[in-house]
């Protein structure tokens, strides 16, 4: 079965650039969705593809953005704030696993 | 606004069943397939099983085939899931979610979830 690998956590300071990888076998041929989950809360959909780009529903800020090459697709917060402050999953849909998730990763605001 | 709200989960022991529920509102429910979504206490999220729209075909994750059931009536815009033979490691709190596809599908909107507990 197809296997997402995320670390457990990665901090940042507010304002500045945080980078959320995803690893997985020629993750770059894939598509690659992402999902915020704040303490208590159900997970909120923050990435998605759309043909070729990565887009993100109403609602979420341009500062998250995915992207995704070779063995690691990233999920990137710029000017991060506190309220960015979360668990992130990524997300894959394989033939043979179906839907995939990875560990999840928790975002520190420093 | 899409609204997903889940019912039926509680505390059971092993050996037991249940069904948990997700009504839906606030898009055409026939149209979209569904989820069910489990994440156990301090661990990530794992799929469990999906069902088409209108075809109704079924979907399940290796760990629960042949214990859970997934089902939906659209007259009533109700998913379920029928699971059987309750194992410790099936406690975890349970979300409803919608599927959408652009290049590949995505869980596009959820519930706030359903605690179901296995103990003895």
């Known amino acids: 079965s197809y296997v997402l690998t995320q670390p457990p956590s990665v901090s940042v300071a507010p304002g500045k650039t945080a980078t959320i990888p995803c690893g997985g076998n020629?993750?770059?041929?894939?598509?690659v969705h992402w999902y915020q989950q704040k303490p208590g809360q159900a997970p909120v959909l923050v990435t998605y593809y759309e043909s070729i780009e990565s887009d993100r529903p109403s609602g979420i800020p341009e500062r998250f953005s995915g992207s995704n090459s070779g063995n690691t697709a990233t999920l990137t917060i710029s000017r991060v704030e506190a309220g960015d402050e979360a668990d992130y999953h990524c997300q894959v849909w394989d033939s043979n696993s179906d839907h995939v998730f990875g560990g999840g990763t928790k975002l520190t605001v420093l | 606004e899409v609204q997903l709200l889940e019912s039926g989960g509680g505390l059971l022991q092993p050996g037991g069943s249940l069904r948990l529920s997700c009504v839906a509102s606030g898009f055409r429910f026939s149209d979209d397939p569904m989820s069910w979504v489990r994440q156990a206490p301090g661990k990530g999220l794992e799929w469990v099983s999906a069902?088409?729209?209108?075809?109704?075909?079924?979907h399940y994750a290796d760990s629960v085939k042949g214990r859970f059931t997934i089902s939906r009536d659209n007259s009533k815009n109700t998913l379920y899931l029928q699971i059987n033979n309750l194992r410790v490691e099936d406690t975890a709190l349970y979300y409803c979610?919608?599927?959408?596809?652009?290049?590949?599908?995505?869980?596009?909107?959820w519930g706030h979830g359903t605690l179901v507990t296995v103990s003895s």
């Open positions: 979610a919608r599927n959408q596809y652009s290049t590949t599908w995505y869980f596009a909107s």
């Open positions: 069902i088409g729209g209108r075809d109704a075909n079924t």
């Open positions: 020629n993750i770059g041929g894939k598509t």
